[in-house]
């Protein structure tokens, strides 16, 4: 069984390089999915990750947009549920046309909004404010695929991993 662990970034810093570090284990089809109140990081987390990918052009939040797509080693599909009042109306987004993109790995923001449209397999990343620009992320590798992940997932993250007496 895979359990959560929790891990701290200190800066914006630490943030992007989570995110990298968390892309080097990503493949084609999986799912990130990030929660935590307004401000939290999950923007900037996802811009570590699309460094990871290799993304080059700028990345931002896709509020007012539901969806951007990214080019990089592997196609980037950053969404966000924020704004979505029900799970019909991600429906109406093209949510359902991922297919059509090609293989991409999907982050979505907010994605605890809508649980019932997300992959039983996936990476849930909570972000916990904590101060300042400290932020607790409480980091659940779920599904089969993540089983085979999760320790290389955790010693990529080592340098940040919270251990009893921090």
């Not at 320790?151 to 080592?158: A, P, Q």
Request: one cysteine or more; glycine letters at 12%; hydrophobic letters at 40%.
């Amino acid at each position: 069984m895979v359990m959560a662990f929790v891990v701290e970034a200190r800066t914006e810093r630490d943030m992007m390089s989570i995110g990298e570090k968390v892309a080097e284990l990503l493949q084609a089809g999986d799912f990130v999915g990030l929660s935590g109140r307004l401000a939290a990081g999950k923007t900037t987390l996802t811009k570590g990750i699309a460094n990871g990918l290799a993304v080059v052009e700028p990345v931002t939040s896709p509020s007012y947009v539901l969806f951007n797509l990214y080019r990089g080693k592997i196609t980037l599909i950053h969404g966000d549920f924020y704004r979505l009042d029900d799970q019909d109306g991600v429906g109406e987004t093209g949510w359902d046309d991922r297919a059509f993109w090609g293989p991409a790995v999907t982050v979505i923001e907010w994605s605890d909004r809508h649980p019932g449209l997300l992959p039983g397999e996936r990476l849930d990343i909570d972000i916990r404010v904590c101060g300042g620009q400290r932020r607790m992320l409480t980091v659940r590798p779920l599904g089969r695929g993540w089983l085979t992940r999760e320790r290389r997932l955790r010693e990529l993250l080592d340098e940040y991993t919270l251990h009893s007496g921090d």
